[in-house]
């Protein structure tokens, strides 16, 4: 490749789109704090998400920490260590005590079988991950939460605009949590929100998210501030019109990958499951087995990047093996997210990749596989 290939690119509305809403920030003087702007954000992104109470906010991370803050989450709370420093970080960050529990090998996502043997007397919730935008097992999730009466945040981060049997993921669980992050396959250039179906727990969030301030003269919570500017707004409502025509070539892209690579030994894929759910296509991780691809996944990335492809070791290390935690000595068996991130390599994957680039990625894949012993 002559140019530089990234494992993503953020998506970009035409520049005209974007200039329009500028002008209107620069008629109004409002920059922040729930705008013209903003609202009108919140209102197009509640109708796609066909939700009523949706919190558009600074980032995705602040909207999770806020999550459990607005539902008092106390003690221990069970979640997967096979995602981004944040989950573990909001987690950690209030004061809470994460659990760590096991991802299934089929979809990376947290394994219903090993949740309720994690659960004691101090644990109040469960904090999954929809990692790459594989759904987690919303219903057994559920069925387990009502067992112990738990509180159920998603981490959905990855999962924008994604329906489960045709219903936005967004339904299941307390809260769930959308990043917009530049790198996700929505942006508001920085920016996240927070979904629930409670009316009561988006007021409580909406309050956390500008310092706790209920009323002119009243603080009523040790909010913070995690509120979206206008200009991330108008980013939102812009890049919102083409978010569709992006999933579509963004599929294209991820077939063509799995046509080529679901073929070559000792390579793993992801269990898609097409006729119940509706995937955003963002990211396409592959697993290598080194014994039976011959090499292993450090060198495959190495074989890419002298070609100047940069695939990324998505999640290496898994949280609870990071250093800032390496004193604490949390609980829970997570071997098979070991091993898991030590296969992993994501592909670059974004709506104005080249289906040539994609083809070529392949070949080096599939030369790489010849390279050792079967
Ligand atoms: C990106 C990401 C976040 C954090 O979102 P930001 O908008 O970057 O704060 C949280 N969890 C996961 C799994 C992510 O990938």
Redesign the pocket.
């Known amino acids: 490749m002559e140019e530089n290939i990234y494992v993503t690119r953020p998506s970009l509305p035409p520049v005209e789109e974007y200039i329009e809403y500028v002008r209107q920030i620069w008629d109004s003087h409002n920059l922040t704090n729930m705008g013209m702007v903003w609202q009108e954000f919140n209102k197009g992104l509640s109708a796609f998400l066909q939700e009523q109470h949706v919190l558009p906010m600074?980032?995705?991370?602040?909207?999770?920490e806020m999550a459990l803050q607005a539902l008092d989450i106390t003690g221990e709370v069970i979640t997967t260590p096979f995602?981004?420093?944040?989950?573990t970080h909001?987690i950690v960050r209030n004061n809470l005590t994460p659990v760590f529990c096991d991802i299934k090998e089929s979809d990376c996502t947290i394994d219903p079988d090993k949740i309720e043997e994690l659960i004691t007397d101090k644990t109040s919730a469960i904090v999954p991950?929809?990692?790459y935008g594989m759904p987690c097992d919303v219903e057994r999730i559920e069925k387990i939460a009502q067992r112990h009466n738990l509180k159920v945040i998603y981490?959905a981060?990855?999962a924008f605009g994604e329906r489960i049997n045709g219903v936005s993921i967004s339904r299941y669980g307390d809260i769930s949590?959308?990043?917009?992050?530049a790198?996700?396959c929505f942006n508001t250039i920085?920016?996240?929100c927070a979904v629930t179906r409670d009316k009561e727990t988006m007021l409580k969030i909406y309050q956390l998210h500008n310092f706790g301030i209920v009323g002119r003269e009243s603080v009523e919570l040790v909010g913070a501030n995690a509120k979206m500017n206008e200009f991330q707004a108008a980013m939102g409502i812009c890049n919102l019109k083409h978010f569709e025509e992006n999933r579509n070539a963004r599929k294209v892209i991820f077939n063509r990958y799995r046509e080529r690579l679901s073929g070559i030994n000792g390579l793993r894929l992801l269990d898609y499951d097409e006729d119940k759910n509706t995937y955003n296509y963002s990211y396409m991780p592959i697993f290598v087995d080194s014994a039976e691809y011959g090499m292993n996944r450090d060198a495959l990335r190495e074989l890419l990047a002298k070609k100047h492809i940069y695939a990324r070791k998505?999640?290496y290390p898994i949280t609870n093996k990071f250093n800032c935690y390496k004193n604490i000595g949390f609980r829970g068996n997570t071997e098979i997210a070991e091993q898991k991130s030590k296969q992993v390599l994501a592909l670059p994957l974004y709506a104005d990749l080249n289906i040539e680039t994609v083809e070529e990625i392949c070949n080096v894949i599939e030369e790489g596989a010849g390279n050792g012993v079967r």
Do not use: I, P, R, W
């Open positions: 600074s980032n995705g991370h602040m909207a999770l995602t981004f420093a944040s989950t909001a991950v929809h990692v981490d981060a990855h949590m959308f990043s917009f992050h790198t996700k920085e920016g996240g998505y999640f």
